[in-house]
């Protein structure tokens, strides 16, 4: 039953002008894949949003050989795939209109109640923008989140790099099939990162290079997570349009702002200026906007420590929660006369050095 339904879904994939979207409504109305090929065309026209142009060759046998082909190789290669309807099947991509309906995997892919943050930039990374993407990661370790990115030069394969070093999943997204790696040299860091964690791609092993499985790939980097950064970039390029791409899945979006007239700041600073990202210049800022909390499972319950060395701010926000139980971090800055957002970052130190814990809501106190 799982083959014949993957291989109807397989030949609606190879239906010219027949989008993610639209397979997904025709089975939808008609019942499953294999129906939407049998159904009668007259019938398939009457569904709202399905013109002729989407159905013209919707029978035309080539499509089906070109699937039993591509069936052959997945079989042959025991590629793991999920169907858009399966339980595991990434759960934040199932909210996406156009998301794959057939998505391929390698590697030992884990996304089963897990933070997810995608991550991209320009391939021409400064060493500013390494510094600041490692930093990120280091300081996000505690949290455990799944580092999704492209895989590409510069930003992307420095974060999936960084999300190894500490042990992080990391999760890339391939603009062709798990035939081939691009780039080539790239080829070192397939085993490590499929060790924990691996890679992700709609696309067929027949599938050749092409700038538009790029951006076609960048909706899969979007959907995935709740949360997308950008690292750098030009006024135009690849990670604008994952950006523009998260924020019409109203999945937060954040920038790290740069120089006013450094070309690779540009995309990241009129990002910040049109309100299409927050602006992103620690760690501390995206934990407090997705209210993330350290995962219990890879750090051990926090525990109050004797002697410990606070500096004067937060010795200040020690005693202010100490003598007034849980606060709000709004409360907690208006209070002690520090700004919010250097409080953020002040109170997650402090949740590491085990002197204060954050509660639902928003909510922090001492331990």
Not at 153 to 168: E, S
Not at 197 to 224: H, P, V, Y
Not at 344 to 366: R, Y
Request: charged share 25%.
């Amino acid at each position: 039953m799982t083959t014949e339904k993957l291989l109807a879904l397989l030949t609606l994939k190879k239906v010219t002008n027949l989008g993610d979207g639209s397979i997904k409504k025709l089975i939808g109305e008609v019942g499953d894949a294999e129906a939407v090929l049998t159904e009668k065309t007259n019938n398939l026209l009457k569904i709202d949003g399905i013109g002729k142009v989407k159905v013209k060759d919707l029978h035309n046998p080539e499509h089906r050989k070109a699937a039993e082909n591509e069936l052959k190789f997945i079989q042959e290669n025991n590629i793991n795939y999920l169907m858009y309807d399966q339980h595991e099947y990434p759960e934040k991509l199932k909210h996406c209109i156009d998301g794959p309906v057939v998505l391929f995997s390698s590697g030992n892919i884990d996304l089963q109640h897990k933070k997810m943050l995608s991550i991209v930039g320009t391939r021409q990374v400064t060493r500013y923008g390494v510094q600041f993407c490692e930093e990120l990661i280091e300081t996000l370790a505690p949290v455990n989140p799944v580092i999704v990115s492209g895989f590409a030069y510069g930003v992307d394969i420095t974060a999936q790099r960084a999300a190894v070093k500490h042990n992080l999943q990391t999760v890339g997204c391939l603009a062709h099939g798990l035939n081939q790696i691009y780039p080539k040299t790239h080829k070192k860091y397939v085993a490590q990162i499929e060790e924990n964690g691996g890679f992700f791609t709609d696309f067929w092993s027949t599938d050749t290079f092409d700038r538009k499985n790029f951006l076609a790939r960048n909706r899969i980097i979007a959907g995935l997570s709740e949360a997308t950064v950008v690292i750098e970039s030009a006024d135009k390029g690849g990670s604008l349009v994952t950006a523009d791409i998260a924020n019409s899945y109203n999945r937060d979006v954040f920038a790290v702002p740069g120089r006013a007239h450094d070309p690779l700041s540009k995309g990241c600073n009129m990002l910040i200026k049109t309100q299409r990202a927050h602006i992103l210049t620690s760690a501390a800022d995206l934990i407090y906007m997705l209210n993330w909390n350290p995962d219990k499972n890879i750090q051990p319950a926090v525990q109050k420590q004797l002697f410990v060395e606070l500096d004067q701010q937060e010795k200040k926000i020690y005693n202010f929660l100490n003598a007034n139980g849980k606060e709000l971090l709004d409360v907690i800055a208006l209070q002690c006369h520090i700004p919010t957002f250097k409080v953020a970052s002040i109170l997650l130190n402090m949740e590491l050095k085990g002197v204060i814990k954050p509660l639902p809501g928003k909510l922090f106190e001492v331990i």
